[in-house]
């Protein structure tokens, strides 16, 4: 049995068994729990769990029950469901440990970890906004904020999340969802209710819809509704239907619902409007491998779709590298609209080869595109990492 907390912040990676998750309380809605004197529901009642009182759990072996210690030394048990981790604000240092890769993380992007943690935890506006939008960390430091990130949510609590995410626009919850890929939002189809939907219900509501009407033009006359084949982040759900939408009357301008390709947590892709209002770059594609963007532009009084045309990418055919080499998969995101007129995107190839041990040598390529949907123009660099 994994420890609950690495059940509920999987992060797509492989968490280490430093996170320890000991004590809880009674979670979900019916208050006081009888303890049994065995790892099922037919068994006895040896004692009354009260509401709020923290005790200490361990896992049974293959089951989905935990032993439970009240701080009276009675013991028995609990199933996992049953039980809301506990936390305190000393769990959260109040500096920055030597050599933290998170903290070097956050320091590199100008703050303190640990004190925007603690803050963040304590429903600080400012500091929850700087937290949350971490969502760029990976290896040591991925890890580091799965463990603290548990801690401030529990501290936070349903109410206070969920009222802070209600502020926030729709990328920024996804970005703050995804952080909470695993127990949190999906433990699969079939599996009962989630951590996040029976400990933090009106969180997971926001985090996790069927329907989403959003991603709004500038000028607020229009919205994009897409619905997905079901609420919960499967990596299997999908948008099974996505229109424009003019917001006052509720009509439909145009259904996008066939340059949607994504499933699982980059199901609902992104949008990126230009300034005026007449156009919009719809991306759809995974966080690292095939991803596309078209355009939909204001033709007279409905929008019409643009395919990015045949780039000739600089350099390509001199490439003595790529010679043998096959194109696995192409990503193209949109940056930014230079102009009302010009969208900026990042168009990066990924390649295989076979070397002579026969290992597989990958090679990726990165351009800078400038597009202009309206005349079909389109010019190609390589991109520059600063």
Not at 25 to 32: D, F, H, P, Y
Not at 154 to 167: M, P, V, W
Not at 260 to 279: H, K, Q, T
Not at 372 to 383: D, F, I, L, T
Request: with cysteine; charged share 25%.
């Amino acid at each position: 049995m994994k420890p609950l907390l690495l059940l509920l912040l999987s992060l797509g990676t492989a968490l280490p068994n430093l996170l320890s998750a000991d004590r809880g309380v009674v979670g979900g809605s019916a208050g006081a729990l009888e303890l049994r004197s065995e790892p099922r529901d037919q068994a006895a009642p040896v004692a009354t769990v009260k509401e709020g009182e923290i005790f200490e759990f361990e896992g049974v072996e293959n089951s989905d029950w935990h032993r439970v210690t009240l701080s009276s030394g009675q013991s028995g048990f609990l199933p996992e469901e049953r039980i809301r981790l506990f936390f305190t604000l000393d769990e959260i240092p109040e500096k920055d440990e030597p050599n933290s890769e998170v903290g070097d993380h956050a320091k590199a992007r100008g703050f303190d970890y640990c004190a925007t943690a603690r803050a963040a935890s304590q429903g600080e506006a400012a500091a929850m906004l700087r937290y949350f939008a971490i969502t760029d960390t990976d290896g040591a430091a991925g890890e580091g904020h799965a463990y603290y990130s548990g801690i401030v949510i529990h501290l936070l609590g349903d109410e206070k999340l969920a009222a802070f995410l209600e502020t926030q626009p729709i990328d920024y919850r996804i970005g703050v969802r995804n952080q909470f890929s695993g127990g949190f939002v999906t433990w699969g189809e079939d599996e009962g209710m989630t951590y996040g939907e029976r400990h933090f219900p009106r969180s997971y509501a926001l985090l996790c819809r069927q329907v989403i009407t959003d991603w709004p033009s500038p000028d607020g006359r229009l919205v994009i509704r897409k619905n997905f084949s079901s609420a919960r982040v499967t990596r299997d759900s999908k948008v099974v239907k996505a229109e424009l939408v003019e917001k006052a009357s509720g009509a439909v301008v145009a259904d996008l619902t066939g340059d949607d390709l994504a499933v699982g947590s980059s199901r609902e892709g992104a949008i990126l409007w230009s300034p005026d209002s007449r156009r919009f770059a719809y991306y759809s594609g995974g966080l690292a491998t095939a991803g596309r963007t078209v355009v939909w532009q204001q033709e007279g009084k409905t929008f019409v779709r643009r395919e990015l045309p045949k780039i000739a990418l600089p350099g390509r055919a001199e490439d003595a590298e790529l010679v043998g080499a096959a194109l696995q998969w192409e990503h193209v995101e949109p940056l930014r609209w230079i102009t009302p007129e010009t969208l900026e995107l990042q168009l990066h190839d990924y390649f295989e080869k076979l070397r002579e041990d026969r290992s597989i040598d990958s090679i990726g390529r990165t351009y800078t595109v400038t597009w202009h949907p309206s005349s079909g123009e389109v010019e190609a660099k390589p991109r520059v990492f600063e």
